[in-house]
């Protein structure tokens, strides 16, 4: 079974400029979660979907950052602009279902985004 | 007060040795619990889940879970220099499938 799929593995960019981040969860997984992880910590949520919806989205700066999951499969991170402290690794993960307590979540490899 | 405490160590251990790592959370209402292990820049890996109080185990894994406490642990048997990573705690928040990590505990084996 294929696991969550992540693209680019890495992108450096300037400040001010925009930056996609593209994720494939797991066949059949029907939430999937963008986390932003910086150094030494753990991961923090920035929104959750559940099929095509997004049901949390508290912790997503909406002034630089948007997402979308279309079709209830793939999504897309973006940030526009781009600022210093946003660099950290993005990670996708995914999980059958959510809202009930028995939710194991997968991660994909992640996206190393550096703004210079 | 983090919601997910956990002490970044780095906790060192000789190979062979039983590892353990602990984890505090102050959300009474937590139903899930999670270990990750995350190698140097990888992502995270699920290890293991727990839902009720007690042990669980798997291979040379065990967690273990105390509610009561607001407590959680894994223990590493027969520790190995593959074992060296960051372990990473995670909770779920009620039946929101909401995850909060905590920082993490270094862990090394040494041979």
């Known amino acids: 079974e294929a696991g969550v799929v992540q693209s680019p593995r890495y992108k450096i960019i300037e400040k001010k400029q925009p930056v996609a981040f593209w994720c494939n969860p797991i066949?059949?997984?029907?939430?999937l979660y963008w986390y932003r992880q910086n150094l030494g910590q753990g991961p923090e949520l920035l929104i959750r979907y559940e099929n095509e919806e997004a049901v949390d989205d508290s912790q997503l700066p909406k002034d630089r950052f948007s997402a979308e999951r279309l079709k209830g499969v793939d999504s897309t991170l973006k940030i526009q602009p781009a600022e210093l402290g946003d660099s950290a690794v993005y990670l996708c993960?995914?999980?059958?279902?959510?809202?009930?307590?028995?939710?194991?979540?997968?991660f994909g490899p992640g996206t190393r985004l550096t703004v210079l | 007060q983090k919601e997910v405490e956990q002490n970044s160590g780095p906790l060192s251990v000789p190979e062979g040795a039983i590892a353990s790592l602990n984890c505090t959370y102050s959300d009474r209402v937590s139903q899930s619990f999670f270990w990750y292990r995350q190698y140097s820049g990888k992502s995270p890996e699920l290890i293991m889940s727990i839902y009720s109080n007690g042990d669980k185990e798997d291979g040379r894994f065990t967690a273990q879970l105390n509610k009561a406490s607001q407590y959680v642990s894994l223990l590493i048997r027969d520790s190995q220099p593959s074992d060296s990573a960051t372990y990473l705690c995670a909770v779920g928040s009620g039946n929101t499938g909401k995850l909060i990590f905590g920082q993490g505990t270094t862990l090394q084996v040494k041979p």
């Open positions: 066949s059949g997984h029907n939430t």
């Open positions: 993960a995914s999980s059958f279902q959510a809202g009930i307590s028995y939710n194991e979540q997968f």
